[in-house]
């Protein structure tokens, strides 16, 4: 199964959730969550904090699996799926608060994952929101075997993915307008990377 179309496990599910509360104040908020997969990370949020306006997207051959989830869900604040792959399709013209990007990074390329941040950066404004979660590296070193293993199988898939180095990501997200406001251990060895749009500075 894809990384990114996964559920998570319940562990690390109540755990993002008590992450998201404290990132997304009790505010009238539009979010976009990237890669949805099965929708289950929307429904599961959305479904506690109430203002959020969650839409979600993926690829074309996802909708059906996020739409099920979302019509079984019942929620008003869930919407979508919009189309959208990264590198393919435009990024999505709506006003937002915060995007929410989960299990991706690690299964497109690097070309891919700076063009993303390069949308984020061009689309974001002062005080949005960008919440990355999955693995990472360390000062190129793995955070558990198992996400070494994982690195294997996917670059045998497709040399050009991978686990991308934390260092990296945040230069990346810096060089594009973005601050690091904090880093979140899981306990099974996942990240999540929190940032925040800083004020669009005009070059002279």
Known sequence: ?????????????????KIFKKIIPNEK???L?????????AVHIASQLKDLQWVTSDVVARQNAIKKTIKEAKLL???????FEVGKDIFPKQ?????????????????LTKT???SLGNRLRKGSQVIFYGPFLYGGKYSSARFEELDRNIKAKDSLSGIRAFEDISKVMSKAGFKLVKDYHFADENHLLHFERLEHIKEK
């Open 33 to 41: 969550e990237i890669a949805s997969g099965s929708g289950h990370h």
């Open 77 to 83: 604040n869930v919407h979508g799926p919009i189309v």
């Open 1 to 17: 199964m894809d990384p990114a179309a996964a559920p998570l496990k319940t562990s690390n599910k109540e755990e993002l959730l």
């Open 116 to 118: 993303l941040i390069k």
């Open 29 to 31: 908020w539009r979010l």
């Open 95 to 111: 006003k937002l608060n915060a995007v929410f990007a989960s299990q991706l990074i690690h299964v497109i390329s690097w070309k």
